[in-house]
């Protein structure tokens, strides 16, 4: 597991290939990872976007953006956390991603910003 800890919002990330749903044979890798976010400030926080850089090891990189976190944008209370679960295809058999999220303080109505630590994604193959 993976953890960062940002202006009081703390992110931890655990990752999962996912070979029933991955095809090496015409490079394609699926992983699942679980992100935690547990808010350990003391005011009420909102997730409003996301914005990822996925990069596999042949040196091909993306960047996907956008609201929310699978169809949400969750408010998380001071002392509570938020799961989801989501994935990533990659081409080659290793990669790693990594981010930030734009979050809301309801209380003063300032956006702030949250990295999201880089984190592996590796066929446990490779692991040897």
């Known amino acids: 597991m993976v ?4 202006l009081g919002v703390k992110i931890s990330v655990e990752t999962t290939y996912q070979e029933e749903h991955s095809n090496p044979a015409n490079a394609h890798f699926m992983f699942a990872y679980r992100i935690t976010i547990e808010n350990l400030t003391d005011y009420a926080v909102q997730l409003k976007r ?8 042949n040196g091909t ?3 996907v953006e956008g609201e929310g976190v699978v169809g ?7 002392g509570a956390s938020h799961s989801y ?21 309801i209380a003063d109505d300032r956006d702030f910003i949250v990295d999201i630590p880089e984190f592996e994604l590796i066929v446990p193959y490779r692991l040897n």
């Open 3 to 6: 953890t960062a800890i940002t």
């Open 50 to 57: 996301r914005q990822w850089f996925i990069f596999d090891s």
């Open 61 to 63: 990189q993306r960047e």
């Open 72 to 78: 949400e944008q969750p408010v998380i209370e001071p």
């Open 85 to 105: 679960v989501s994935g990533c295809n990659l081409n080659t058999d290793m990669g790693t991603m990594s981010g930030n999220y734009l979050m809301y303080r």
